[in-house]
């Protein structure tokens, strides 16, 4: 499990855990997994700046805090109105028989304790219903928006974004980012995906523990921007993993393009 939940949660958690090895895959219905190219068009901008931020790190991936702790990774997805965030759906929901998160806030390029681009209020949170009412490890995606109260800009004019892409290859060269919630700098690697089961990614890459997990999978990484485009998240299967060398996404396929529809309709 690739998340530190507020501690009022923490049992509730672990309840979610054990009955995980319950879930009977076989009642969901068949998806498409079809190849489809990114529906969200090109990157809105790129970042204004990128102040001295950690080599290899992303102003667009960013730090999830609750109660002054960081416990979770999300990036920014292009998107018309530029405050669409992504992460894992068990990153702001609870799953079955659970609600959504409240009190996040979001922290773009945070490191050493710096947040460069302030903190971000995150709302109107959307998972799956798959995973709200069951825990579906296939579904374990999620987006919300963020806002700060007195900017003048949008989040993703500040720091840029990484498109959407859905119905891809398993086995792409990617750079994962996330925030282990013992350190105060992301984990940065990259590798090549492969195929877990038929709607999970697994790729190879030391150092993503608890903390990681919302980590974007990014492809075609520009070196000046640091921006490209995100085909998983991690989560999924084990919430991502309980070895911290080895993470694991769900598979971004039409489910996931109709949640980010839907985020972006409403955001």
């Not at 530190?4 to 995980?20: E, T």
């Not at 998806?31 to 102003?59: K, M, N, Q, Y």
Request: hydrophobic fraction near 40%; aromatic fraction near 10%.
């Amino acid at each position: 499990m690739r998340v530190r939940r507020p501690a009022v949660l923490l049992i509730f958690a672990a309840v979610l855990l054990l009955g995980a090895a319950f879930v009977v895959f076989a009642t969901r219905p068949a998806r498409t997994a079809s190849a489809t190219p990114p529906d969200t068009g090109v990157v809105e901008a790129a970042p204004v700046s990128t102040p001295d931020l950690p080599a290899g790190s992303s102003p667009a991936v960013g730090a999830l805090f609750v109660d002054g702790a960081h416990y979770c990774t999300a990036s920014v997805v292009h998107s018309d109105q530029g405050d669409v965030l992504l992460t894992a759906a068990h990153c702001i929901h609870d799953g079955e028989g659970g609600d959504y998160l409240t009190g996040v806030t979001f922290a773009p390029g945070y490191h050493n304790g710096v947040a460069p681009f302030g903190y971000w209020t995150v709302s109107d949170e959307f998972v799956a219903p798959g995973w709200s009412s069951s825990s579906d490890p296939d579904l374990d995606v999620g987006f919300a928006t963020a806002h700060q109260i007195g900017a003048t800009r949008t989040l993703e004019s500040l720091v840029g974004a990484n498109t959407l892409a859905t119905g891809t290859a398993f086995e792409q060269a990617i750079t994962l980012t996330g925030y282990p919630d013992d350190a105060e700098v992301p984990a940065v690697c990259q590798n090549t995906t492969s195929r877990q089961d038929t709607y999970q990614l697994k790729v190879a890459c030391a150092g993503f523990p608890t903390g990681t997990s919302g980590g974007p999978w990014v492809t075609g990484q520009d070196p000046k921007t640091r921006l490209g485009t995100v085909i998983g998240v991690i989560g999924g299967f084990e919430y991502g993993g309980d070895d911290p060398d080895t993470s694991y996404s769900s598979y971004f396929d039409t489910d996931v393009q109709a949640l980010y529809r839907q985020t972006t309709a409403r955001a």
